[in-house]
């Protein structure tokens, strides 16, 4: 059997004698270029906030018939989820999407739910199972994505409609950043084309958005962000596949733009993108469950793709590891 307990902010598992086989049947699953089929999430559910902090994936909030406020837990080395203490209330899904984990705490921005869309701020602390309500970002938004430079969490774009992903504008440039150390919101410079439910990764110190919807319908569009000059660069090789509501992870320099919708159909296409070269490859093992509005999770050289819908309203359990 497995146990883990907790010392200061980190997860520590144990093999107890007689279990070492169970371990590294899990572990060994996961062969180069392939995909695998992994526990399912404990209902199906799309639009979570989803990040990794340790061996622990967070699933919070979401849809699954109805707006949630419910914490999965989902332990790598297991494959087993859990429950958390609930979220606060307003239960809502398609708040801001990336990985918007940072010391070792998940933070949850904004969304949509019954009452619209929603600016507050929430954040998760999976070794206490507690949650602590933040200052309230400026601009209530949903389908916005995130990404975390340093110590703060920079929020990009995003729609004020709540009919699901490419349901309509106003669609918007905003771009706010939090400051983790002072509990703070500034604006920084405004994306380049307004748009809602695009993706976010950081790397090398810049953050690059894919994807998104607009007012014109969906785009491939490409572009970097650098907080270091408060510059935005357009005109980077665009996806060879339009989506929006996409799951963007990477493993080294490399980001893998997975599943989405071209605003009719849920995708199960695995572009990457080589941040260095500039350069897309299709030449990937495609998702096994097509879907949009999944969250995902960068470990280990993985990526995790957690829940989503195969049509707005229409939610997945699917659970599926990438090994590039």
């Known amino acids: 059997m497995f146990d883990h307990f907790r010392k200061g902010r980190k997860w520590f598992l144990v ?3 007689g279990a070492v086989g169970t371990f590294t049947a899990v572990q060994a699953g996961y062969a180069q270029g392939t995909w695998t089929a992994l526990a399912p999430v404990p209902a199906p559910t799309e639009g979570m906030t989803v990040g990794g902090v340790g061996q622990v994936i967070v699933g919070a909030y979401g849809y699954s018939g109805g707006y949630t406020n419910q914490t999965r837990l989902y332990n790598i080395n297991t494959d087993l989820w859990s429950a958390g203490t609930a979220a ?3 239960a809502r899904a398609e708040a801001a999407s990336g990985d918007t984990t940072h010391g070792g705490f998940l933070y949850v921005i904004g969304g949509e739910g019954s009452t619209g869309v929603l600016a507050d701020l929430q954040r998760y602390d999976p070794v206490m199972d507690m949650w602590t309500t933040l200052t309230s970002m400026p601009t ?3 389908g916005a994505a995130a990404a975390v430079i340093d110590d703060g969490i920079f929020v990009i774009g995003g729609r004020q409609s709540t009919n699901g992903p490419c349901s309509g504008g106003p669609y918007l440039q905003t771009v706010e950043k939090y400051d983790i150390d002072t509990n703070t919101w500034s604006p920084v410079a405004q994306l380049p084309t307004p748009r809602s439910d695009l993706a976010a990764v950081a790397r090398g110190g810049k953050i690059f958005v894919f994807g998104g919807c607009s007012s014109t319908g969906v785009t491939n569009e490409v572009d970097m962000y650098d907080p270091q000059t408060n510059t935005w660069t357009t005109g980077l090789m665009p996806m060879p596949t339009a989506r929006a509501s996409l799951a963007a992870g990477h493993s080294g320099d490399n980001v ?3 599943g989405g919708t071209n605003g ?6 695995n572009e990457v993108y080589d941040v260095a070269h500039n350069t897309w490859s299709t030449n990937n093992t495609a998702m096994p469950t097509a879907r949009q509005e999944a969250g995902v999770n960068s470990h280990a050289g993985r990526i995790y793709v957690v829940g989503g819908s195969t049509t707005f309203g229409t939610s997945t359990a699917a659970n599926e590891v990438f090994k590039p």
């Open 15 to 17: 093999i107890v004698a």
């Open 88 to 90: 606060p209330l307003p």
């Open 140 to 142: 209530a938004r949903a």
């Open 256 to 258: 893998y733009a997975i």
């Open 264 to 269: 009719v159909s849920a995708s199960n296409a």
